[in-house]
Antibody, heavy 117, light 107 residues
Framework: EIQLQQSGPELVKPGASVKVSCKAS????????MYWVKQSHGKSLEWIGY????????SYNQKFKGKATLTVDKSSSTAFMHLNSLTSEDSAVYYC??????????WGQGTLVTVSA | DIQMTQSSSYLSVSLGGRVTITCKAS??????LAWYQQKPGNAPRLLIS???SLETGVPSRFSGSGSGKDYTLSITSLQTEDVATYYC?????????FGAGTKLELK
């Protein structure tokens, strides 16, 4: 069974950073890009970027350059997204998604990041 | 960036009826379009890719059509479990972009 298991909810203070993880199972991790998507409360979806787990190559939405950094650990089939200098605008649910060719066939369950003092 | 416009934010629908959800791209996307269904508290679910290809396990009452800039998602014989928000997404070019969503509500 294909699964993308994300880390739990995070409550972080403004100005801090957070690292969200996404552990893949049930398929060959290095065969498919891992995408990250943001969904602010009650809003639509925004593509953050993707990473190629095979070689670590990345592509970012210009809007999230400098905000998000994507990495992987091939040994554990886990992808990570680091978000820095958090503000209230970064409060959202963040999803990892994979097994599509720029569409998103499988999704993680989402990680709620709340930025609050 | 390619903008995706879903003209209806909400649609009032009847059980057993037919629903058509539209999505217009700001540029030609050559059928590089996906449709997703999202229910509250859940991740989106891929329904259709390539504008018309139904994903495995998706009921046949869902179908996609369109070309160029204009695309539609149709649902026939609407069931209770189809009440959700639907998003289109283009993958012709980066940044990958989504429509704002169309939320189905029961009459």
């Amino acid at each position: 069974e294909i699964q993308l298991q994300q880390s739990g909810p995070e409550l972080v203070k403004p100005g801090a950073s957070v690292k969200v993880s996404c552990k893949a199972s049930g398929y060959s991790f290095t065969d498919y890009n891992m995408y990250w998507v943001k969904q602010s409360h009650g809003k639509s979806l925004e593509w953050i970027g993707y990473i190629d787990p095979y070689n670590g190559g990345t592509s970012y939405n210009q809007k999230f350059k400098g905000k998000a950094t994507l990495t992987v650990d091939k040994s554990s089939s886990t992808a990570f997204m680091h978000l820095n200098s958090l503000t209230s605008e970064d409060s959202a649910v963040y999803y990892c998604a994979s097994l599509g060719r720029s569409w998103f066939a499988y999704w993680g369950q989402g990680t709620l990041v709340t930025v609050s003092a | 960036d390619i903008q995706m416009t879903q003209s209806s934010s909400y649609l009032s629908v009847s059980l057993g009826g037919r629903v058509t959800i539209t999505c217009k791209a700001s540029d030609h996307i050559n059928n590089w379009l996906a449709w997703y269904q999202q229910k509250p508290g859940n991740a989106p679910r891929l329904l259709i890719s390539g504008a018309t290809s139904l994903e495995t396990g998706v009921p046949s009452r869902f179908s996609g059509s369109g070309s160029g800039k204009d695309y539609t998602l149709s649902i026939t014989s609407l069931q209770t479990e189809d009440v959700a928000t639907y998003y289109c997404q283009q993958y012709w070019s980066t940044p990958l972009t989504f429509g704002a969503g169309t939320k189905l509500e029961l009459k």
